[in-house]
């Protein structure tokens, strides 16, 4: 089973960028489906977008459609979110989590890293 560690969060103002990071341990990692979710003050955690197990298949939340763009690198069991034209209602603590390709939920997360956007 993977471990997940995010890094990469801080503050940014609106119409900047940030790239996030999520390193995981484990030598299985190029078998899990990655995702984001974030989870905003006062609110449920929040789905942002998803990468099959090879980086090819990608899935995103609408509301973050064209701005965010999720890759991984499988050889340094990394998977980034990067993150442009930030609209202060990004932000949110984000999480990176993973699944098994059998898997039905994302059963492992990271700690969160948190993001700020000032209007």
């Known amino acids: 089973q993977v471990q997940l560690v995010e890094s990469g969060g801080g503050l940014v103002q609106a119409g900047g960028s940030l790239r996030l990071s999520c390193a995981a341990s484990?030598?299985?990692?190029?078998?899990?489906?990655m995702a984001w979710f974030r989870q905003a003050p006062g609110k449920g955690r929040e789905f942002v977008a998803h990468?099959?197990?090879?980086?090819?298949?990608?899935y995103y939340a609408d509301s973050v459609k064209g701005r965010f763009t999720i890759s991984r690198d499988n050889a340094k069991n990394t998977v980034y979110l990067q993150m442009n034209s930030l609209k202060p209602e990004d932000t949110a603590a984000y999480y990176c989590?993973?699944?098994?390709?059998?898997?039905?939920?994302?059963?492992?997360w990271g700690q969160g890293t948190l993001v700020t956007v000032s209007s």
């Open positions: 989590a993973a699944r098994t390709v059998t898997a039905t939920t994302f059963e492992i």
């Open positions: 484990g030598r299985t990692f190029s078998s899990y489906v």
């Open positions: 990468i099959g197990w090879s980086g090819k298949s990608t």
